[in-house]
């Protein structure tokens, strides 16, 4: 709770970037977002993207292919403590594409979109989590620059999955 209030805090004045297919979340969306999230994950339910659609809107975003919602990025902002005060750290939460548009560079664009506003925002980097046997999504990562940091369990409804990184400055 403390958390999604100081990134509530944190986004009041983002900057957000003009962007092609990819926007911010509106409530008439939800449906759709809902629909993917369940196709792409078993174990997550819909309360917390319920919670990130109304608190952290503006980092929330969906793409669209012919209006149909067809993939959606939820972020939450983190502050660390670094030697020049705090440092802004972005953690995408939860990240999907309709599996019907995948393997069309659905979610390449959103990242890319997304990343782009996250760096004009000043976030110094961004932090996934993702099952170590989703070989798809750890290459597309690894392909937009992102590394693998550790190793470790239970955080990604999997038994084991992999923290990735990508630092932006």
Do not use: H
């Amino acid at each position: 709770m403390i958390r999604d209030a100081i990134g509530a805090f944190l986004i009041r004045n983002w900057k957000q970037t003009e962007k092609e297919s990819v926007m911010s979340i509106e409530d008439v969306m939800l449906p759709e977002v809902f629909r993917i999230q369940e196709e792409g994950f078993e174990n997550q339910g819909q309360n917390e993207l319920i919670k990130y659609s109304k608190k952290l809107r503006k980092i929330f975003y969906v793409i669209k292919s012919q209006d149909q919602v067809v993939g959606y990025s939820t972020y939450y902002i983190r502050l660390i403590p670094s030697l020049k005060g705090f440092k802004k750290i972005s953690v995408i939460c939860s990240i999907s594409v309709d599996k019907s548009f995948r393997r069309n560079g659905f979610g390449e664009k959103l990242l890319k979109e997304s990343i782009q506003e996250m760096k004009l925002n000043k976030v110094s980097s961004i932090l996934l989590y993702v099952s170590v046997n989703n070989t798809s999504a750890v290459k597309l990562y690894e392909k937009l620059g992102f590394r693998i940091i550790k190793e470790t369990k239970n955080i990604c409804g999997d038994k084991r999955c992999y923290e990735m990184e990508l630092n932006l400055i």
